[in-house]
């Protein structure tokens, strides 16, 4: 019986093993791809909606995988986020855009524009302030502007220390947007109560300017509340040059959009810094 029972006991150990391996085989493939350094950094561009110029860019991650080549955020950073990897990979990138672009510096518009994307956990990590500084101090002064990008739902679900962190960011020279602005809270009453600088219109209210006046109304009630609030507008995902009239004509100040430019690589994105924008 002794023996019968050492068999089942290992057999278990056995297979509650292999679970384990093959449970924590995402986690630790990606902790791996952040050891070696194939989470980079790609970029789009933000451009004035006014003169048609290159204002900054926002950082996109992707995964540079040796064997399966490019792989999108929508394949890891959901994984990132629940294995908390998601701060190591947030450093880095700013650790490599940071080197990139202070090499680069003579070829960027002045002041540059740059969009880090930032996980609601990310922001009750108290070391986000000294990464912001730290990517500040390594540019010359007032050479660029760095503004964190939250989730609008991830931005009032962590509202417990809000106004001292949004203080912490001002004081320090940050800016603050709400990305996908209108996708998941209907109470903007958050707006007013804290001192947000940009609003970034979601995709799905830029592709349906135009269907009809009542899809056009609910983007132009965002526009307007950003204007009273006086804040400023980012749209994304613009495509066409009609929504490109639109959005301009309507006074919103940015826009970011495959009509300019996909998220492209460093070298690409140097390259088209040396040419005039163009549609
Ligand atoms: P997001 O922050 O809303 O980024 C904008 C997404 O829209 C990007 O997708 C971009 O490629 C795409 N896009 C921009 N212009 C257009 C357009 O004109 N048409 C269309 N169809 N798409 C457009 P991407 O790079 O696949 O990123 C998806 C999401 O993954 C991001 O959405 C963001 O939520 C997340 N993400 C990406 N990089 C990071 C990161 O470094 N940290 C965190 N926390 N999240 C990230
Ligand atoms: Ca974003
Ligand atoms: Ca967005
Ligand atoms: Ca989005």
């Avoid at 003579?106 to 002041?111: E, M």
Wanted: proline content about 5%; hydrophobic content about 45%.
């Amino acid at each position: 019986v002794s023996y019968f029972l050492l068999a089942i006991i290992l057999f278990a150990s056995f297979v509650i093993s292999l679970l384990y391996i093959f449970l924590t085989a995402p986690r630790r493939n990606f902790q791996q791809a952040l050891l070696r350094n194939e989470l980079i950094p790609y970029y789009q561009p933000v451009i004035s909606a006014a003169d048609q110029k290159w204002c900054g860019v926002e950082v996109l991650a992707r995964w540079q995988h040796p064997k399966k080549g490019l792989i999108m955020p929508g394949q890891f950073i959901g994984l990132a986020e629940r294995s908390k990897l998601i701060i190591p990979m947030t450093k880095q990138l700013m650790k490599i855009v940071a080197e990139n672009l202070l090499a680069n510096i003579n070829c960027l518009p002045n002041p540059f524009y740059i969009g880090f994307n930032i996980h609601s956990s990310h922001l009750q990590h108290h070391d986000l302030i000294d990464d912001c500084k730290n990517f500040l101090a390594t540019f010359p002064p007032n050479t660029i502007t760095l503004t964190i990008e939250i989730v609008e739902s991830h931005f009032v679900e962590s509202t417990n220390n809000l106004p001292t962190l949004l203080n912490e960011f001002h004081k320090i020279g940050v800016t603050v947007a709400i990305d996908d602005f209108g996708t998941g809270y209907s109470n903007f009453g958050y707006l007013q109560k804290y001192k947000i600088d940009h609003l970034k219109i979601d995709r799905l209210f830029v592709s349906r300017i135009c269907n009809t006046p009542s899809e056009t109304h609910l983007i132009e009630t965002i526009i307007s509340l950003a204007k009273k609030l006086n804040m400023d507008l980012i749209a994304e995902g613009v495509e066409t040059i009609e929504q490109l009239h639109y959005l301009t004509r309507q006074g919103v100040e940015f826009i970011q959009g495959f009509l300019f430019s996909k998220p492209i690589p460093l070298n690409e994105m140097l390259v088209l810094l040396t040419k005039p924008m163009k549609r």
